[in-house]
């Protein structure tokens, strides 16, 4: 079939009626009674007013066929005058269902025109609330764009941050580098004084003990002579006198020599004694200063750079 927009109007309506006039005849042959829903099911097209009175036309045509038909098998009046009413009735009762479905028909267009309108104005809020969702969309953009820049000026703030408490770090690591230096100096220092401290010691008590066995190789020289002289009286009464009085007299003299060496030893372990007690000082010196030196570090890592106490700066001007 042609395009209906390029068909003269009148070609346009023969055609319409014809398609409408074969939809009853469809419906009718389905033992249906044709009507202007059952018609639109067949998928006629155009307007309810057109297929409505191509519909009734229909009716007519079938009902003047009858009544032809009527005529010419000559039958008798009163059957004639039945068939007529019979058609009139008809006829007026699809009039009136063809009013009623154009009724309800017009009611159903004015429901969906009213949907329609309900629909657009739906559609028309949508739109705006989409607008207003577009424009927040875009603010809300606007405000991430510069939450991002304030973003990334806070993390540059904190590299810069970072990078100035390394450099502190690295000093104050240097700082402490230095103090553990002089400390170990000073620690080295008190090892080796302490350890010339007791080489002196062992020195002196090394040659108190030659001392000693001198003088007891001294004292049995003396014995043996003392011996040899009381053998040399027996054979000379006068110069064993003379002899024992030199003896006494010597024995006397190394008897007050070993007193005063043996002082002298008392004094000597005196002395180590006390050397031994500055040695046990000097060891509770150095504990205590590397006790004062861990608690130093422990302030310095707490709460930053401190002061050199008075006694490191002591040690390290005597050292």
């Given at each position: 079939?042609?395009?209906?927009?390029?068909?003269?109007?009148?070609?346009?309506?023969?055609d319409r009626k014809t398609e409408v006039w074969e939809a009853c005849n469809r419906v009718c042959s389905r033992g249906k009674k044709p009507s202007l829903s059952e018609v639109?099911?067949?998928?006629?097209?155009?307007?309810?007013?057109?297929?409505?009175?191509?519909?009734?036309?229909?009716?007519?045509?079938?009902?003047?066929?009858?009544?032809?038909?009527?005529?010419?098998?000559?039958?008798?009046?009163?059957?004639?005058?039945?068939?007529?009413?019979?058609?009139?009735?008809?006829k007026d009762s699809a009039a009136a269902q063809f009013d009623l479905e154009r009724l309800r028909l017009e009611t159903a267009r004015n429901e969906a025109d009213n949907l329609?309108?309900?629909?657009?104005?739906?559609?028309?809020?949508?739109?705006?609330?989409?607008?207003?969702?577009?424009?927040?969309?875009?603010?809300?953009?606007?405000?991430?764009?510069?939450?991002?820049?304030?973003?990334?000026?806070?993390?540059?703030?904190?590299?810069?941050?970072?990078?100035?408490?390394?450099?502190?770090?690295?000093?104050?690591?240097?700082?402490?580098?230095?103090?553990?230096?002089?400390?170990?100096?000073?620690?080295?220092?008190?090892?080796?004084?302490?350890?010339?401290?007791?080489?002196?010691?062992?020195?002196?008590?090394?040659?108190?003990?030659?001392?000693?066995?001198?003088?007891?190789?001294?004292?049995?020289?003396?014995?043996?002579?003392?011996?040899?002289?009381?053998?040399?009286?027996?054979?000379?009464?006068?110069?064993?006198?003379?002899?024992?009085?030199?003896?006494?007299?010597?024995?006397?003299?190394?008897?007050?020599?070993?007193?005063?060496?043996?002082?002298?030893?008392?004094?000597?372990?005196?002395?180590?004694?006390?050397?031994?007690?500055?040695?046990?000082?000097?060891?509770?010196?150095?504990?205590?200063?590397?006790?004062?030196?861990?608690?130093?570090?422990?302030?310095?890592?707490?709460?930053?750079?401190?002061?050199?106490?008075?006694?490191?700066?002591?040690?390290?001007?005597?050292?």
């Amino acid at each position: 079939m042609a395009d209906e927009t390029s068909l003269p109007p009148t070609q346009r309506g023969r055609d319409r009626k014809t398609e409408v006039w074969e939809a009853c005849n469809r419906v009718c042959s389905r033992g249906k009674k044709p009507s202007l829903s059952e018609v639109r099911a067949e998928g006629v097209k155009g307007s309810d007013g057109d297929v409505h009175t191509y519909i009734k036309s229909w009716y007519e045509d079938v009902f003047a066929a009858y009544l032809g038909r009527a005529s010419e098998l000559d039958l008798p009046g009163d059957v004639a005058t039945l068939f007529r009413e019979v058609y009139a009735r008809c006829k007026d009762s699809a009039a009136a269902q063809f009013d009623l479905e154009r009724l309800r028909l017009e009611t159903a267009r004015n429901e969906a025109d009213n949907l329609a309108d309900a629909l657009r104005q739906r559609v028309t809020d949508l739109e705006e609330r989409l607008t207003e969702r577009t424009d927040a969309h875009a603010r809300s953009q606007l405000e991430v764009a510069e939450a991002r820049d304030a973003l990334a000026g806070a993390r540059a703030e904190i590299r810069e941050l970072l990078r100035v408490q390394r450099m502190r770090d690295e000093a104050h690591q240097d700082a402490l580098a230095g103090r553990d230096n002089d400390h170990a100096r000073a620690l080295e220092a008190l090892r080796a004084d302490h350890a010339a401290a007791m080489e002196d010691r062992n020195l002196t008590i090394a040659r108190q003990q030659a001392e000693l066995v001198r003088f007891d190789d001294q004292y049995r020289e003396l014995q043996r002579e003392k011996a040899q002289a009381v053998e040399a009286q027996r054979t000379a009464e006068a110069k064993a006198k003379e002899a024992q009085r030199k003896a006494d007299a010597t024995i006397a003299l190394l008897k007050e020599q070993r007193d005063a060496e043996a002082a002298k030893a008392k004094d000597l372990e005196s002395g180590m004694s006390l050397q031994t007690a500055e040695c046990d000082r000097l060891r509770a010196l150095t504990i205590d200063l590397e006790r004062r030196l861990q608690r130093e570090r422990a302030q310095q890592a707490a709460g930053g750079d401190r002061p050199t106490p008075r006694f490191l700066r002591r040690i390290r001007g005597q050292s």
